[in-house]
Structure formats: C-alpha cells, structure tokens
C-alpha cells in the first residue's frame, strides 16, 4: 500500500472516530477556567485563585467513580478522561504557576471541578486527544478559591515551619510535598513530621480579651495562646557543598542564638544522602539535617505576620500574595 493511500485510510479513520465522539458526547463542550497558583508567604501553602481567561472546547467525557472509606473521611473519588477532536494547545503552553480547571457534571447531578494531569495514550492515525486526571477531593476544595479576596489573612500551621521558611539568606525555602515545579538548585525543603509534633507544657496560656474576636462563633474569649511544643524537623538540601551546608547550619544556629525564636533540642550534623539519575549515571549534591527543636506557637505566628509585611509591596501590585 502507497504512502498515498494510507493517508486517504487515515483521514477516513478519523472522520468515522470524530463522527462516533460527537454521538457520544451530543456535541458536549467542556470550558475550562485558567487558576495562577499562589503561595502564602505565610507559612507556604497552595491555593489556586481562578482567573478570567477561558477555553472552550467539545469532546467526550468518561467518568468513574471509586468510593473510598478512611478514618477522617469517605468520598466518592471521580477519575475522568476527556476525550477532545483536537489538541487542546493551551495545556502545553502553561507556565508551572498556572492550571486549567474544568467544572463539569457528574453521576447524581452535582458540578465536580476537575483538573487534568496527563495526556494520551495518542494515535496519531487517529488524531484524538485523550485527557486524564482527578476532580479536585472534597478536603482539598478549600485550596481552589474564586477571587484572592478568599485567601487565608492569618497562619494555617501551628508548627514551627514558619521559622525555618522565613531564613532564606543561602537559598529559597519550601514547605515538603510544595517544592516549586522544576526549581534548580540550591533549596531546601522544609519537612516537620506530623506524628512527632507535641506539647512540652501541660496546657496552653492563655492572653484573655474582653470581647470576641470572632462574633457569633462559641468559645472563649482570647486574643492570643502560648504553648511551648516540640517539633522533628527534616531539612533537605539541593546544590549545597561541604562548606555552604556548613555555613548554613552555623546561620541556623545563629539564628536560634540571636532570636531565641527557636530551640535546638539534639544534636545536629548535615549528611550527605543519594539521590540518582540513570540517565546521567549521576548523583545529586543532596544532604539532609535533621533534629528536634522547641518554640512558642505563639512565636511562629509573629514570625508568620512580619513575613505578610514583607511581602506587603507584592500584594499591591500583583493582587495576589505569590511565594
């Protein structure tokens, strides 16, 4: 058979597929919303502020629905594929701090806002687009918000994380699990393990308010709590050498010297760790410090607000607080 000929086969194998599409999805078009993804400078974490850039675009959708059962939770988790007549381009195009996200109907009636991940298998003989990801879990709903007038105005964590985010003088700081797409070293990634956070003092203290802070919400009255607790804090570092590891530790303790914002409970040392490439037959200047320290969560909370004051010039010309 001539090259010809497989062309002509092609074309008619993609009109019959194009035509079977249309039957299936009733001339369905999906618009997707444009989010920019923020960064409170607060303690680091992700929302995903919606835009007013749109796409619309027809195609199929398949959706499945898996129902999953845990100790803090049961949703039904909707896997769904989009199945499009042509490339949607604006997906490659994105930059990292940018996502389109597609609010569609699902099984019972309710709206699921769904955001893709990965693209194909693709044919080309076939020329359709296939489109796979999750909607958005109920518990991580809070972090897709309509306007940056939603974002959080205080702390999120109560751990000691702020403290060690906002020491940035030999390299950018992240939030485990929140690390920028793609960042080059140097950084570091901040891990606290959840587990190993705990009280040192029996019970918090309290600074008492005559008035409520949040009206119509029950409780007591206060403006601000103390309570001296104790974090297990991994640092991950990228790029750093013998000497800047070093130099970075020795920061680090200075800091906790000067301040007395944070304690040093162990003893601490960087070590060096393997992460490996085939490809490259290489390993990364990757070393990890690990240690227990002791802080005021009271003392985080500071350090959170004069990291909002800093970022104050960013807020008015951007909108938004970006990291």
């Given at each position: 058979?001539?090259?010809?000929?497989?062309?002509?086969?092609?074309?008619?194998?993609?009109?019959?597929?194009?035509?079977?599409?249309?039957?299936?999805?009733?001339?369905?078009?999906?618009?997707?919303?444009?989010?920019?993804?923020?960064?409170?400078?607060?303690?680091?974490?992700?929302?995903?502020?919606?835009?007013?850039?749109?796409?619309?675009?027809?195609?199929?959708?398949?959706?499945?629905?898996?129902?999953?059962?845990?100790?803090d939770q049961t949703i039904g988790?909707?896997?769904?594929?989009?199945?499009?007549?042509?490339?949607?381009?604006?997906?490659?195009?994105?930059?990292?701090?940018?996502?389109?996200?597609?609010?569609?109907?699902?099984?019972?009636?309710?709206?699921?806002?769904?955001?893709?991940?990965?693209?194909?298998?693709?044919?080309?003989?076939?020329?359709?687009?296939?489109?796979?990801?999750?909607?958005?879990?109920?518990?991580?709903?809070?972090?897709?918000?309509?306007?940056?007038?939603?974002?959080?105005?205080?702390?999120?964590?109560?751990?000691?994380?702020?403290?060690?985010?906002?020491?940035?003088?030999?390299?950018?700081?992240?939030?485990?699990?929140?690390?920028?797409?793609?960042?080059?070293?140097?950084?570091?990634?901040?891990?606290?393990?959840?587990?190993?956070?705990?009280?040192?003092?029996?019970?918090?203290?309290?600074?008492?308010?005559?008035?409520?802070?949040?009206?119509?919400?029950?409780?007591?009255?206060?403006?601000?709590?103390?309570?001296?607790?104790?974090?297990?804090?991994?640092?991950?570092?990228?790029?750093?050498?013998?000497?800047?590891?070093?130099?970075?530790?020795?920061?680090?303790?200075?800091?906790?010297?000067?301040s007395d914002a944070v304690g040093?409970?162990?003893?601490?040392?960087?070590?060096?760790?393997?992460?490996?490439?085939?490809?490259?037959?290489?390993?990364?200047?990757?070393?990890?410090?690990?240690?227990?320290?002791?802080?005021?969560?009271?003392?985080?909370?500071?350090?959170?607000?004069?990291?909002?004051?800093?970022?104050?010039?960013?807020?008015?010309?951007?909108?938004?607080?970006?990291?």
């Amino acid at each position: 058979m001539s090259i010809a000929n497989e062309a002509v086969d092609h074309t008619g194998l993609q009109t019959a597929l194009k035509t079977g599409i249309e039957n299936l999805s009733r001339d369905q078009a999906i618009t997707f919303t444009k989010y920019t993804r923020t960064v409170l400078p607060l303690d680091g974490y992700v929302f995903w502020v919606a835009g007013t850039d749109t796409i619309t675009t027809k195609g199929s959708l398949h959706v499945g629905v898996e129902r999953h059962q845990d100790q803090d939770q049961t949703i039904g988790v909707n896997s769904v594929i989009f199945t499009a007549e042509s490339q949607v381009t604006e997906f490659n195009d994105i930059q990292p701090g940018t996502m389109w996200i597609a609010s569609i109907p699902a099984p019972g009636g309710q709206a699921i806002e769904v955001a893709f991940s990965r693209r194909g298998p693709f044919y080309q003989a076939a020329n359709l687009f296939h489109y796979a990801g999750f909607a958005v879990y109920p518990p991580l709903k809070s972090q897709i918000v309509a306007s940056a007038a939603d974002l959080p105005t205080d702390p999120i964590v109560n751990n000691s994380l702020p403290v060690w985010l906002a020491l940035t003088q030999y390299a950018p700081v992240f939030p485990s699990f929140l690390v920028d797409e793609n960042i080059v070293p140097p950084y570091v990634s901040v891990h606290i393990e959840p587990d190993l956070t705990k009280p040192i003092q029996s019970f918090m203290k309290y600074n008492w308010s005559t008035t409520d802070p949040e009206p119509g919400k029950p409780g007591f009255y206060y403006e601000s709590t103390d309570q001296l607790a104790q974090d297990h804090v991994v640092l991950t570092l990228y790029g750093f050498t013998n000497q800047t590891s070093l130099q970075y530790l020795s920061y680090l303790l200075q800091y906790s010297l000067s301040s007395d914002a944070v304690g040093f409970m162990t003893p601490v040392v960087p070590k060096d760790d393997k992460r490996t490439q085939t490809e490259i037959a290489a390993i990364a200047m990757k070393k990890t410090i690990e240690f227990d320290c002791s802080y005021y969560q009271s003392t985080t909370a500071v350090i959170a607000e004069r990291m909002i004051e800093s970022a104050t010039m960013a807020i008015q010309t951007s909108g938004v607080i970006n990291g």
